[in-house]
């Protein structure tokens, strides 16, 4: 079990004047909680380019829902992010959400909708000696869309120090996820989570991928019944991206919101 809440964020180290990574590799062997959560928190540092696949399942009144998400991200400033419903069709059921480092746009197909608006600016004054650890928030080299598994698959340290190390922690043992090795860590009871699953039976267990950080698997469960699974299927550090990637003119016909 975890003896103290990891707090450590926001504290990237400073080597000739750039942030790097803090830990190169885990040790041989199974690591603490704390190393494993500062070496997940380094997990973008450790490439620059991303492909990766997400496939996420949620189980509850409605049964099985399925949803993939498609990854692209090169280093500073571009990410490509494609969540799809498969099983719906090709057209008209998929959403984009795609940055340069300065203008963000988003499209959703089924509703032919679109947005282009400035990169949102980050609150400044935040500078983590200034505060206790529990209050600074980690700044991403390449921002993802808040609030979705890409953004908590590539930059993890927000989640492990406000969800993860809320609860119980310790590491199970090891898995493999994406065809490679992933350190596996279970979490009882996290409080900083929505109040539909604010109980004493909810449970998380975390895959984290052994060479570079990032999560690979995500499994929640209330009791004895799994309600949630995201898992990448597809995994691909430092990747040839083609020069049209991050590429994009909204359809004819979309309507632009703002």
């Known amino acids: 079990m975890s003896s103290r809440p990891w707090d450590r964020a926001a504290f990237v180290p400073v080597r000739r004047g ?24 380094d997990a973008e540092r450790r490439f620059e380019t991303l492909k990766m696949r997400i496939e996420e399942r949620v189980y509850g009144a409605r049964g099985e829902q399925l949803a993939a998400m498609d990854v692209a991200v090169r280093h500073a400033g571009h990410a490509r992010v494609v969540t799809t419903e498969p099983g719906q069709g090709a057209a008209g059921s998929h959403e984009l959400w ?31 000696d200034g505060f206790p ?25 927000g989640y492990s120090q406000n969800v ?18 992933a350190i596996v860590l279970e979490c009882d009871h996290p409080r900083s989570v929505e109040t539909t ?4 039976d909810y449970h ?31 995994l691909e550090p430092d ?15 979309t309507t632009v919101l703002y």
């Open 18 to 41: 750039e942030k790097r990574a803090e830990v190169a590799a885990l040790p041989v062997g199974l690591p603490t909680v704390a190393e494993l959560f500062t070496f997940m928190r």
């Open 98 to 128: 795609i940055s340069d480092g300065d203008v963000v746009r988003t499209y959703s197909a089924a509703h032919k909708l679109g947005t282009s608006r400035p990169v949102r600016n980050r609150v400044r004054g935040l500078d983590p």
């Open 133 to 157: 650890g529990r209050s600074t928030l980690y700044e991403p080299i390449t921002p993802l869309p808040m609030e979705t598994l890409a953004e908590l698959f590539v930059h993890p340290a």
């Open 164 to 181: 993860l190390a809320t609860g119980d922690c310790w590491i199970s043992g090891t898995d493999r996820v994406a065809a490679r090795e």
């Open 197 to 200: 699953v604010d109980r004493p």
């Open 204 to 234: 998380v267990q975390v895959s984290v991928d052994r060479l570079d950080g990032l999560v690979t698997r995500l499994v929640e469960s209330v009791g004895d019944e799994v309600t949630r699974v995201a898992e990448v299927t597809f």
């Open 239 to 253: 990747a040839a991206l083609p020069a049209t990637t991050f590429d994009f003119e909204f359809p004819e016909g």
